[in-house]
């Protein structure tokens, strides 16, 4: 027959419990001493100390002095006053934030400013050109009513421009699925797939 163990109940007096606690807290202090946590605190607040970064923007050069935690959609928008790339979610989960880093599409929330020093910086508002021409992409989607509250529209046409360099827009499933990571809440999607084609047999890129 199996015996059945039964644990032995253990017995511990409030003083041999306070006992415990006091020594093991000895052993492992939960406190670091005094001059690490100084430390810790001052490396902390040098982190807080501004950087002077330099930025390239739509071809014109910008120096900004910056906390090195700056998302570039913030150095954009609140340090730079280019409004135009929009904060949908500021996770990366929407696109409304999309730019173009080196001609390639980049989410700004998701992107320290301080890692685009030597890079070119495209934004909604470097589209057009000099003499206001819009970009064939922007005309596109005014063509074919591509946009309706517009908040997304500035992400959408960066990167349908991407979307065409990268090469992945030669059917309008592609273009669905290398679109999918911008949202629209208009639900101007189909409208969007035409404006791209369009652009796309105008630039003769696919
Ligand atoms: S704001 Fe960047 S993905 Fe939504
Ligand atoms: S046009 Fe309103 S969210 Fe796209």
């Known amino acids: 027959?199996?015996?059945?163990?039964v644990p032995?109940?253990?017995?511990?007096?409030?003083?041999?419990?306070?006992?415990?606690?006091?020594?093991?807290?000895?052993?492992?202090?939960?406190?670091?001493?005094?001059?690490e946590a100084e430390e810790v605190a001052a490396s902390r607040s040098k982190l807080r100390?501004?950087?002077?970064?330099?930025?390239?923007?739509?071809?014109?050069?910008?120096?900004?002095?910056?906390?090195?935690?700056t998302s570039l959609l913030d150095a954009l928008r609140d340090h730079v006053g280019l409004t135009g790339t929009k904060k949908g979610c500021d996770h990366g989960q929407c696109g409304a934030c999309t730019v173009l880093v080196d001609g390639k599409r980049v989410l700004s929330c998701l992107s320290f400013a301080v890692m685009m020093q030597g890079k070119d910086v495209t934004t909604v508002e470097g589209l057009a050109s000099r003499d206001g021409?819009?970009?064939?992409?922007?005309?596109?989607f005014i063509d074919?009513?591509?946009?309706?509250?517009?908040?997304?529209?500035?992400?959408?046409?960066?990167?349908?421009i991407g979307c065409v360099n990268e090469g992945h827009a030669g059917s309008e499933a592609d273009i669905r699925e290398y679109m999918s990571?911008?949202?629209?809440?208009?639900?101007?999607?189909?409208?969007?797939?035409?404006?791209?084609?369009?652009?796309?047999d105008e630039t003769g890129r696919a």
């Open 49 to 69: 100390e501004p950087v002077v970064t330099s930025l390239r923007i739509n071809r014109q050069a910008y120096e900004l002095s910056l906390d090195t935690r």
């Open 133 to 140: 021409a819009l970009h064939p992409m922007q005309q596109a």
């Open 181 to 200: 990571g911008n949202i629209c809440r208009c639900a101007a999607y189909p409208n969007i797939v035409a404006a791209i084609v369009q652009a796309r």
């Open 8 to 35: 032995k109940p253990i017995s511990l007096s409030r003083r041999r419990f306070m006992t415990g606690t006091v020594s093991a807290a000895a052993v492992a202090p939960l406190l670091p001493p005094k001059a």
């Open 144 to 160: 074919h009513d591509a946009f309706q509250c517009g908040y997304c529209t500035p992400g959408q046409i960066l990167s349908a």
């Open 1 to 5: 027959m199996s015996e059945t163990l």
